[in-house]
């Protein structure tokens, strides 16, 4: 039987806590898991910081992967398959582009990201058209089948329908992390009947539309996106350990610039502190890692890396209050930001602003910066709606965006009056201000 | 008010998939959880190689060591509290021992120990009692605090109660590992009503007991402890991942006493290879560091070593077959031993036995070798009998000692006929008997 | 002990699928739950006629009433004991108030207190003050402990704390019926965490409030309330079923004023008929009796009774289209009702218009029809804000009413062609002029 | 398209929430549940009195059905679909077996069965080639399909196969009850890997098979079977009222053969009574007509009968002791017999021995009174092995017969001292020494 046609003697299948089970029938996808780059993932965690807020959540890549994967598999098998408006011929890409949709994911990636202005995206591409296992396993389907994946995930590729399988506003991926993160997190929000949505997707001309009897299930999810972004993603505790962490980042790269003598000197960031990466030194990237270095860096000499260092190792974290960008507080900021300095805590590092925001469902508005497609039910006379016109709960938040903004600070420094006692008086006086 | 009774202003409250939530509100409790010594168990996982076999089961020590807590809270405070058989002044002392009890372990503990004799309930007492900041925070308690917590975990201590939460046939330790264990995993075993039998926990002068109407469910718990068991902790796969990780360390040893020149120097082992390992060294291990080192050993010139660091990172395990230490198969053993030499593959790192021993549940026989405590049951009348006698189910198999024996190679290697094709076919066709 | 403190020498436990155990040590509850009254309440289906449409909801108010016991009686033992907002004596009456609130449920009480103008909280109140085993039980805490668990159930009661926890706009009553129609019905809407919105409920001076840090999972609740009221209480099928009892409930009535010869004679029933009803009459109402003379009523003369009566046996339900209460459609109804009795199908019993309205919160409205209190937050400083003030999602929805309405007719009687088949013609082309 | 392969326009979904959906795509299977036999069976408990003792297991029987043809349905057309062993014309056949297997169940089936000496399977197979809605839905397929259906039913059909999924030791019957009860009972037993084992189910020549790497899940399966047997199905309490329901028949049929003036004449129970009864009669009986008139002979003059049908209806129930037919307790039996009836208690009422029994597992013996076929696992090499031969677990509890006797009394009728005080001291002296 050729390549992509071929089945294992018998199916393999995974335990996942998530959707009990995970089947792999098709031995392309059972190669592509055995692969280094994709074992890699298990080295990566799903949520970066968040185990921090909620030690549950210490699940890597790998997991949501495999998941991202087996929801388009039951789509495509149990739902799409024989319908004459799916094409069976793009089942297999489907597959693997839902399972390598993040494959170009590093180690803490958000903050890696905006650091280092990387990006995933473009790294899952070079994974996939790079001299890699990866691409050995799909080059063996055909030769343009690697850069028809990456097409998927660029979301490029003409056929919509398997587009949207893996990036829409209800997406596989999406479906998978938010029941994941609900799962590991332990929080009671997350769920929504999948089973239900899978069930009543149906493949249309250029998109994936959702039958009418789901818009309940479907108001669900969008809830459940709601509150997961609320409660646990943009979670102030995760981000005052994404501020340490980020500030790692931009000190141990200062201090390289710097020529600063390392005791341990940091060779796999090398090539990133230069933005000149390649794969190979991206795919050395790992959490272990990372972690090795920032233990090894707690013994450093430079006492803002050392100290930021034994923040993220031993959960020693900033603590925050609300900040709201009006003037009255920018003004209250440059003042704090000048009483940093002459307390001498250096405010680049120990005063920070972080700020998260989120659009929890969007209509289409075309021409705008972050176009989104948006989801639509399929009526029972064959008529195609926008959600938000059905749903009054939906058309209530749709296209409201939520900004929140806090300003961290460690106040274990400002609570040790051992120096400059008035001044750091005076710093926590003007912080409780906003409490 | 003194610090062994002081409560926190407002009670913390942790989100723990497997409980719910984990309830703190002693000030003790919440200084021990800051300590580095606590905060390492996030980089330690509960399953060792476990995640290569059940990819959920990516948890850490740390939230083991909150549940455990959390269950001897739950017993001290809402089954126990004000019974006249209980001593109250015992509560923060079992709270302590139940978060503490598993401090001592590094990573793949498992392995470590077997190969380099380290013990790591002796790391327990040292961290407990040595210079850190667990130690501290204990000794405020009271001078000969720490010494008593660590003899709760040594099961010395004189009230047997106290010993018997945390370690006993039925303890806070089983019943949080089997429910975790199951529930990362995915596995439908591990499903007992905890809620109950610590209903129906009662202090006796000597231990706890359990009333008799809880028998059901603590049936339940030992045919959860049997399935995990077999199931997931003893699953073949793990202990291929296993095998490989044991190798890795004595070749590492081997290499490090030979002078052989590391590429990447094995700085974290120095003291472990020479079974000289101080408190502060082995708290600097991780998996983290385990793992940097094994990525970087890929890449050593030695051919054993960064075989088997590419085969764990990679996941690229060994085949096995059953086997029986009858003479037929140990004659056989030999042979292929004497083949796989022929081959080129060094039999001392690729050819290996592992075995697996579990006593689902014992009653008590004096001065046997790993004397249990057998688990007793309150009677109606006041009477207190051993479980096995009245559960004919525990009955069947009380005692019951079941042996599992694999030999464990790289079929990969065996498949690959570049060279000594005859050889290879005689190992594999011998092997192919065991099947 | 005196009786209002009596506690039961060994605490009672029963296994609530939903709470997992409701928990009884006060002799009085106990007492409570013996009554034949109370038992009564095992043979009334929580959901009246849902499980027609929801095949597992034919759970009664008697396990719906035990579980809003259980959750007032946690949040008095184990949230609010020892606060000094609270007082302590009004324990035991909130959880009489909690445990009786249903008492005077009918079968089928939407149904016949529609038909017959009957009011469920004028029976509760009968049954608590008259000559009842559950009046001669509460009648020994106190002479006046009667009249003040009807005071609760009306919102009388001058402590508005107790009144809050039994009907407030987030009450144990609400609770325990989402988690429980949800759990029988199947369906994924009801969840969201009641164990946190427990323990953060606080009593203050007037009212129960919520801690701000709980408002999510209030906004969960209020969700989970709304997609209840839509999915499964308002269900289209399920009130097919209540139009055809109701219709049975008429009919028989009528027949019975016109001295119709029954075959079974409806003796349960005469003292409704007139309106004149017993609390000695009403208790003796359940589902089985009703059920017996519908069965029997299948074989009447009359052709309405018998229909009507076999189709809710039987489960053959009236279809229904859409119907919006404009002119037009008002004009086209009347012309229905013209042909219905054409066709010989009497409309009054065939063709049934169906109103299901809710608003799914509401703030403070005082003076309006349905004053409803609104759920208020707890904020950090101390101050005291409502709801929709603080959430965007609560805000959205807030104080909108939705309506439904529906058109319900036999189509069976109108696919059948045996006589009058022009005129059947005609009235199905007009309904689906509704479509 | 013929009837027997017709299928829905648009598929059916049942939601349930033991196995969530519930799926209807044949035209026959719709037409089934249609029918009034098997609407009948929303009236008639699936655990009779069990209730009373856990109040959640108030589901009917109507439940149960469309879960085993849900659990049939999955099998054949997701697991045997397409393969050579299973013959797709059977398909149909063991659907409609697996719905309608429980058909003639009647209301409380075991007291009812024991006392007129009725016969649940003789009546399906009447109601099934009777004069019914069912039959004729049936004959559609095919003149011989009701035989076939019932051939099934009792186990005579040639093809075992479909035989075995519906009764076996590991059939879709007893998966489904174990499970729903476990669920309506709120208990925690009842829990097993049904995934697993229904995907690893195959046909061969004569039987149903299970792969051997599902072992583990069917010991879970077997163990949830012997708990739910102790725990909940053969509960004391269940059997109190048990024993309650079996003697109001046993005296209504006494009363009636005495010509008693019945207020309300047992008119639904005279064919029972006079042990000719037809398919019409059997059919009108349900739960709603028994309680109907156990509520209204509350009040008939017979002491015996009345206070019987008020504890049923009141759950005012029996209390027990142990009781071992040794020869010295079965002497206190006759002691107690005597005493009864001196203290005017009739004996025959009111002391009642009630047995149960249950055999876990067994593998086959033949020409034993029940023959029961083993449960056999499909090896890795083809071989077949019966399942006590491969599980340590099941070997050591197959075939064990586990019996409980037990004495029931009305304590409060002994408690009341108003006559025959000495008598009643010394009834309750003995009782006591079997305590």
Redesign the interface.
Known sequence: MAYPNEKLSEEKV?????H??IHVRDKVIWDLI?T?EF?RL??IRQLGTT?LT???A???R??HS?GVYEIVRRIVDDVFQGRPEWDEDERLLSLCAALLHDLGHGPFSHSFEKVFHLDHEAFTQAIILGNTEINRVLSQIGSDFPKKVTEVIAKTYPNKQVVSLISSQIDADRMDYLQRDA???????G???M??ILRLMRPREDQVVIKYSGM??V??YI?SR??MY??VYFHPVTRSAEVILTKILHRAKALYEDGYPFKCKPKHFYSIFSEKVTIEDYL?L????I??YF?EWQDEDDPILSDLCKRF????LFKYVEFHPTNEQLMRLMELTSLFKKAGIDPDYYLVVDSSSDLPYDFYRPGEEEERLPIHLLMQNGEIRELSRES??VD??SG?R?TDHKLYFPLDLLNDFSSKRNIKKKIISLLQLH?
Chains 1, 2, 3, 4 share one sequence.
């Open positions: 995974f335990k996942d806590p998530v009990r089970y055995g280094k074992q298990r080295r185990f909620f030690h549950g210490e699940h890597s790998f997991n495999l799962f590991y997190t332990g929080v009671s929000y769920h929504f009947d089973e239900r309940h299930a108001e669900d809830m709601y509150q609320w409660q050395k790992d959490e272990s890692i972690l090795f233990q190792i031993n959960r020693i009054e709960i209530a938040i409201k939520r409490k």
